[in-house]
């Protein structure tokens, strides 16, 4: 199983970037799809997160600005970034909870960062 995320890049504040992670290999079925970052000498935190029935929930810094969707059928998650602002600038990085097998139990896999950069 990979995810990998993309979508990253260099805005300028009150600007725009869509994130994407496509998970892929052996899936049987996903469960929640979500978001987290890391800025520098920071902590990783919670972003957002959608279930496969399309709930979502959002850290409260990104409420009304973020917006995450998925493509259950493609077993993708989106995140749109609107309004971003220089404290946004971290590393992003996507996780799945999925199931491999029907056999196994769901964990969660992590994808790759990508990098957002909000320039003042």
């Known amino acids: 199983v990979q995810l990998q995320a993309s979508g990253g890049g260099l805005v300028q504040a009150g600007g725009s970037l869509r994130l994407s992670c496509a998970a892929s290999g052996s899936i049987s079925s996903i469960n929640g799809m979500g978001w987290y970052r890391q800025a520098p000498g920071k902590q990783r935190d919670f972003v957002a997160r959608i279930t496969s029935g399309g709930s979502t929930n959002y850290a409260d810094s990104v409420k009304g600005r973020f917006t995450i969707s998925r493509d259950n059928a493609k077993n993708t998650a989106h995140l749109q970034m609107n309004s971003l602002k220089p404290e946004d600038t971290a590393v992003y990085y996507c996780?799945?909870?999925?199931?491999?097998?029907?056999?196994?139990?769901?964990?969660?896999?992590w994808g790759q960062g990508t990098q957002v950069t909000v320039s003042s």
């Open positions: 996780n799945a909870d999925l199931r491999a097998r029907p056999s196994q139990p769901s964990r969660y896999y």
